[in-house]
T-cell receptor, first 113, second 109 residues
Framework: DAGVTQSPTHLIKTRGQQVTLRCSPK?????VSWYQQALGQGPQFIFQ???????QRGNFPDRFSGHQFPNYSSELNVNALLLGDSALYLC????????????FGNGTRLTVT | RKEVEQDPGPFNVPEGATVAFNCTYS??????FFWYRQDCRKEPKLLMS???SGNEDGRFTAQLNRASQYISLLIRDSKLSDSATYLC??????????FGPGTRLSVLP
């Protein structure tokens, strides 16, 4: 039973560049949520995708965008990177939008220099 | 005020000690609650769900007080392997899961 997989594991980018992070949900899950976690803080909700549409969005600028594909996998895109975007980006999957617990991938550690 | 707040910690306790973590949530519409454990530089992993009647899983006991909007986690007989950050989570149906900032626990030999 495949869990949530994310790629890449680590990434180093320069200010102003763009980045794409990828996520495959756990088998049987159809909803993908993305979180940003800065050092020493709890995960902050970026957005959630269900049925290939963004269903909810947290307090993040439009530089953060995403997509969900028919196979439920998802991408997170960040444009015009800022130093403050350096963080661990976590993808979590669940079944529908119900209240079952989230299952997280290993995360992508993004460093912006 | 943050939607989910936790004791900032860190908690440094000896092996075998009992330790309790507190969490409060501000949105009274929250319906489901969880505790996650996060090891250093790893992803959060579900520790346990929290039910209104309280629930226990081995050395771990979770309590929910809806009237006070308060959640707790009790760890008995602490092990070195319990050292981690514990994240409190609240969720409303159809809404995103809101994480607290986490409480760091170090169990000392």
């Amino acid at each position: 039973d495949a869990g949530v997989t994310q790629s890449p594991t680590h990434l180093i980018k320069t200010r102003g560049q763009q980045v794409t992070l990828r996520c495959s949900p756990k088998s049987g899950h159809d909803t993908v949520s993305w979180y940003q976690q800065a050092l020493g803080q709890g995960p902050q909700f970026i957005f959630q995708y269900y049925e290939e549409e963004e269903r909810q969005r947290g307090n993040f600028p439009d530089r953060f965008s995403g997509h969900q594909f028919p196979n439920y996998s998802s991408e997170l895109n960040v444009n015009a990177l800022l130093l403050g975007d350096s963080a661990l980006y976590l993808c979590a999957s669940s079944f529908r939008q119900d209240q079952s617990p989230l299952h997280f991938g290993n995360g992508t550690r993004l460093t912006v220099t | 005020r943050k939607e989910v707040e936790q004791d900032p910690g860190p908690f440094n306790v000896p092996e075998g000690a009992t330790v309790a973590f507190n969490c409060t949530y501000s949105n009274s519409a929250s319906q489901s609650f969880f505790w996650y454990r996060q090891d250093c530089r790893k992803e959060p992993k579900l520790l346990m769900s929290v039910y209104s009647s309280g629930n226990e899983d081995g050395r771990f006991t979770a309590q929910l007080n809806r009237a006070s909007q308060y959640i707790s986690l009790l760890i008995r007989d602490s092990k070195l392997s319990d050292s981690a950050t514990y994240l409190c989570v609240a969720n409303r149906y159809g809404q995103n899961f809101v994480f607290g900032p986490g409480t760091r626990l170090s169990v000392l030999p």
